[in-house]
């Protein structure tokens, strides 16, 4: 295989921020969601070893322990919502975006009902991940004109016009650019 040098990387300005969303089965009921606590006496889920499941068994020092349901690392989360398996789960707001276009062909954004069960409940995970590029840190004057384009996508809508268009979800960027590292603490949601 060859081998690249690594040189140094600068990031842009981010454009997306990458969210977590609970998505709620018919066994919530007409449950709102604020937090994580809201699921408590739900049945709740996510495929073992992913964020989402280190989220959810986390939260508060194991507030949702008993709540808990292992899912294999390659099960589908909303599959088991949709099939009554789970009642709850926390997934990553792209993946239910494709979800809900795979199984039912919805091109809607926003939270609410789509498909025969699943309803996002329009909550997402205090813990996030802003999306942007990265260049060479000796072009930084590719990475000027491409903070110059996005940020006017995003004063102007474009960003959130074009996620309409797409039939996806978007989420603004969230300051600080670049996250500070999680810690035991914000895993807990403390």
């Known amino acids: 295989l060859p081998r690249v040098a690594l040189q140094s990387m600068a990031a842009s300005h981010p454009y997306y921020r990458l969210s977590l969303a609970v998505v709620l089965g018919p066994g919530a009921g007409d449950r709102t969601v604020r937090s994580l606590d809201d699921l408590r006496g739900l049945r709740v889920g996510a495929p073992v070893g992913t964020l989402a499941d280190t989220l959810l068994r986390a939260w508060h020092g194991g507030a949702l322990a008993a709540d808990l349901m292992t899912l294999d690392s390659r099960a589908s989360a909303l599959d088991a919502v949709e099939a009554g398996q789970l009642d709850a789960t926390l997934v990553e707001l792209g993946s239910l975006d494709a979800y809900r276009a795979k199984h039912f062909g919805a091109k809607?954004?926003?939270?609410?009902?789509?498909?025969?069960?699943l309803?996002?409940?329009?909550?997402?995970?205090?813990?996030?991940?802003?999306?942007?590029?990265?260049?060479?840190?000796?072009r930084q004057d590719l990475l000027d004109r491409v903070d110059a384009a996005l940020r006017a996508m995003q004063a102007s809508g474009e960003l959130q016009a074009l996620a309409?268009?797409?039939?996806?979800?978007?989420?603004?960027?969230?300051g600080p650019d670049i996250a500070p590292r999680l810690t035991p603490a914000r895993l807990?949601?403390?």
């Open 188 to 190: 807990r949601g403390e």
């Open 164 to 174: 309409d268009a797409a039939g996806v979800q978007w989420a603004a960027p969230e």
């Open 119 to 138: 309803r996002d409940s329009g909550w997402r995970h205090p813990i996030g991940f802003n999306v942007g590029f990265l260049a060479l840190a000796t």
């Open 108 to 117: 809607q954004s926003g939270a609410g009902h789509f498909g025969s069960v």
